[in-house]
């Protein structure tokens, strides 16, 4: 570096420091910039793309030469040709006739041509209603119907407006601007009335849809997801198979927040010799194990009670933490038990710790996530790491065709396989090493479908279903009153559950607002689509 000269009045010792700071410097970004270029050329930051574990793997030359020469090509699902207009109830026909007809002219048909159209107007109803004179001076007034009391709106709308909230995400101020176009006289309270309030048979054909669902699954999957609440951190957890849905959301995502939701409304704290031994083999410490060994088998229906339980043994839930979580979880799982929970049950999830309750299992998607962001150094590597990939690919096929037919294939073979796939490495790529022990460690969980062939191989339907919270909190942030949290659960899992049921959400609403009830309830029609799938459960 090239430093002028200074003349000699101003070699100052204060200035010729600063220029030695200067030059340091100068060196010290030289060095950083040969570094960096250093650094580019290393690889980039991994993309993780979408899992390709449901993809087809790649045709061989043969197979892909056969199939380009094949004069029919396999149509994409749902390509199929159908009848548009088959299935249409027609409400009116007009016919149209033929101007100007010739004298030599013969009649032959008449050709339908087929329109749609959806007719929405303000229809409003004034019910004159005769009142009465008894002789004793009391008066009789005519009654409304059944499903206008306490209203003056008909299920109709009513039904209307909850579809468009809950089902199409309008938000409030839009469904209200809506309305008003329409020539609807309503405000925002009353939208804010019929979205949320005296909406408890709604609330409880929901808790019905979990009661049954837990009763009589051999599997359910979950997942949770954020859902703030009154502007504080909040957790939505699902609970879902393909028949029916359940959210239901809280300000925690402990494993005691999921085991009281599956206990519903039938929460109980139970402290039997089944809890202490449970305990035991869990390694409670021996001061809190002797506290309450001595004790009589008590249950606790209420959180409060069991708090003060605890408290009154030493055991407080910020001094003790873990202790209290330990004990808690134990005392939740028995209380289950005594309620007649199904032990036997899959749970199916991503590995979130606080899911890993009874019969556990994996989502294969999400065991494979750590693999897809591995960087290779090296083509060999790459090499490795491709045909892991290839083999973990491979066997997650055939345990999708074991899963339909299990006499394709023998376990053992399987079980091998696996063993294989997971084998380490002998030398040159430690990283691999060390997600491979991992995977390995977890095989219980994922190979479980060998014995239980109705275990799911992937969490996408939790992930699909959870997903209608996260565009929620884009649109509309977070809910503000128990109500409004309550109402969007329980309408979040009925749309869900009549979806995977075939059940109109429209028509349900209707139905069940106009409190016709010809709908059957969803946990009956859950109950018969499982007794069709696995006729053993008729004896449950």
């Given at each position: 570096?090239?430093?002028?000269n200074i003349?000699d009045?101003?070699k100052h010792p204060?200035?010729q420091?600063?220029?030695q700071?200067?030059y340091?410097?100068?060196?010290d970004i030289?060095?950083?910039k040969?570094e960096?270029?250093k650094?580019?050329?290393?690889?980039?930051k991994p993309?993780?793309k979408?899992?390709?574990?449901?993809?087809?793997q790649e045709?061989s030359s043969e197979?892909?030469?056969t199939r380009?020469n094949?004069?029919t090509k396999?149509?994409?699902?749902?390509?199929?040709k159908?009848?548009?207009t088959?299935?249409l109830?027609?409400?009116?026909?007009?016919?149209l006739?033929?101007?100007?007809?010739?004298q030599?002219w013969?009649f032959l048909?008449?050709?339908d041509?087929i329109?749609q159209?959806?007719?929405?107007?303000?229809h409003n109803?004034?019910y004159?209603r005769?009142?009465w004179?008894t002789?004793?001076?009391?008066h009789?007034?005519a009654?409304?119907?059944?499903?206008l009391k306490?209203?003056?709106?008909?299920?109709?709308l009513?039904?209307?407006?909850v579809?468009q909230?809950?089902?199409?995400?309008?938000?409030?101020?839009l469904?209200?601007?809506?309305?008003h176009?329409?020539?609807?006289d309503?405000?925002v309270?009353?939208?804010d009335?019929i979205?949320t309030r005296?909406?408890?048979v709604?609330?409880?054909e929901?808790?019905?849809i979990?009661?049954?669902g837990l009763k009589?699954?051999?599997?359910?999957r979950?997942?949770?997801?954020s859902?703030?609440h009154?502007g504080?951190?909040?957790?939505?957890?699902?609970i879902?198979?393909d028949?029916?849905?359940?959210?239901?959301s809280?300000?925690t995502?402990s494993?005691i927040?999921?085991l009281?939701?599956?206990?519903?409304?039938y929460l109980?704290y139970v402290l039997?010799?089944e809890?202490?031994s449970e305990?035991?083999?869990d390694?409670?410490?021996?001061k809190?194990l002797?506290a309450l060994?001595?004790?009589?088998?008590?249950?606790?229906?209420?959180?409060?009670?069991?708090d003060t339980?605890?408290?009154?043994?030493?055991i407080?839930?910020?001094?003790?933490?873990q202790?209290?979580?330990?004990i808690?979880?134990?005392a939740l799982i028995?209380?289950?038990?005594?309620n007649?929970?199904n032990?036997?049950i899959?749970?199916?999830?991503d590995d979130a710790?606080?899911?890993?309750?009874f019969?556990?299992?994996?989502?294969?998607k999400?065991v494979e996530r750590?693999?897809?962001k591995?960087?290779c150094?090296t083509?060999?590597?790459?090499?490795?790491l491709d045909?892991r990939?290839?083999?973990f690919?491979g066997?997650?096929k055939?345990?999708k065709l074991?899963k339909?037919n299990?006499?394709?294939f023998?376990?053992?073979?399987?079980?091998?396989?696996?063993?294989?796939?997971?084998?380490?490495?002998?030398?040159?790529?430690?990283?691999?090493?060390s997600i491979?022990?991992?995977?390995?460690a977890?095989k219980?969980e994922?190979l479980l479908?060998l014995?239980?062939?109705?275990?799911s191989?992937?969490?996408n339907?939790?992930?699909?279903?959870?997903?209608?919270?996260?565009?929620?909190?884009?649109?509309?942030?977070?809910?503000r009153?128990?109500a409004?949290?309550q109402?969007?659960?329980?309408?979040?899992?009925?749309?869900k559950?009549c979806?995977?049921?075939?059940?109109?959400?429209?028509?349900?609403?209707?139905?069940r607002?106009?409190?016709?009830?010809?709908?059957?309830?969803?946990?009956t029609?859950?109950?018969e689509?499982?007794?069709?799938?696995f006729?053993?459960?008729?004896?449950?």
């Amino acid at each position: 570096m090239d430093v002028p000269n200074i003349d000699d009045l101003l070699k100052h010792p204060y200035v010729q420091e600063l220029h030695q700071i200067i030059y340091q410097q100068h060196l010290d970004i030289e060095a950083l910039k040969v570094e960096l270029r250093k650094l580019k050329t290393l690889p980039a930051k991994p993309v993780i793309k979408p899992s390709k574990l449901d993809e087809p793997q790649e045709d061989s030359s043969e197979d892909k030469t056969t199939r380009e020469n094949s004069e029919t090509k396999p149509k994409r699902p749902g390509s199929e040709k159908r009848s548009k207009t088959k299935e249409l109830v027609i409400h009116e026909t007009k016919k149209l006739c033929v101007e100007n007809i010739g004298q030599d002219w013969k009649f032959l048909h008449c050709e339908d041509y087929i329109v749609q159209n959806l007719i929405i107007k303000v229809h409003n109803t004034c019910y004159q209603r005769e009142v009465w004179l008894t002789p004793e001076g009391k008066h009789v007034i005519a009654p409304l119907p059944a499903e206008l009391k306490g209203t003056h709106y008909a299920p109709e709308l009513q039904s209307y407006i909850v579809q468009q909230y809950h089902q199409c995400q309008v938000t409030q101020p839009l469904l209200i601007e809506e309305l008003h176009e329409y020539g609807v006289d309503i405000s925002v309270g009353q939208i804010d009335i019929i979205l949320t309030r005296n909406k408890e048979v709604f609330h409880e054909e929901a808790k019905e849809i979990l009661l049954t669902g837990l009763k009589i699954s051999p599997e359910i999957r979950t997942d949770d997801t954020s859902a703030p609440h009154k502007g504080e951190s909040g957790y939505c957890n699902c609970i879902n198979t393909d028949y029916f849905t359940y959210f239901k959301s809280s300000n925690t995502k402990s494993r005691i927040n999921f085991l009281e939701i599956l206990s519903g409304d039938y929460l109980l704290y139970v402290l039997n010799k089944e809890t202490i031994s449970e305990l035991r083999s869990d390694n409670l410490g021996k001061k809190y194990l002797s506290a309450l060994e001595n004790q009589p088998e008590q249950t606790f229906k209420d959180t409060t009670q069991w708090d003060t339980f605890l408290f009154d043994k030493g055991i407080v839930t910020d001094k003790n933490p873990q202790i209290y979580k330990q004990i808690t979880e134990a005392a939740l799982i028995q209380g289950l038990i005594v309620n007649g929970f199904n032990t036997d049950i899959i749970v199916h999830s991503d590995d979130a710790g606080q899911f890993r309750l009874f019969i556990h299992s994996l989502c294969w998607k999400h065991v494979e996530r750590p693999l897809l962001k591995i960087i290779c150094y090296t083509d060999y590597q790459r090499q490795i790491l491709d045909q892991r990939l290839k083999d973990f690919w491979g066997l997650y096929k055939d345990l999708k065709l074991y899963k339909l037919n299990p006499t394709l294939f023998d376990k053992q073979v399987l079980s091998k396989r696996f063993d294989t796939i997971t084998e380490p490495i002998k030398e040159g790529f430690a990283h691999l090493n060390s997600i491979l022990e991992k995977i390995a460690a977890k095989k219980a969980e994922l190979l479980l479908v060998l014995d239980r062939p109705e275990t799911s191989l992937h969490n996408n339907a939790s992930e699909n279903d959870i997903r209608e919270f996260a565009k929620r909190r884009k649109i509309s942030g977070p809910t503000r009153s128990e109500a409004g949290r309550q109402a969007r659960d329980t309408f979040a899992s009925l749309k869900k559950t009549c979806r995977k049921l075939g059940v109109s959400f429209w028509e349900f609403l209707l139905d069940r607002i106009s409190q016709k009830n010809e709908i059957p309830k969803l946990a009956t029609i859950i109950s018969e689509k499982y007794a069709e799938k696995f006729p053993m459960l008729r004896a449950r």
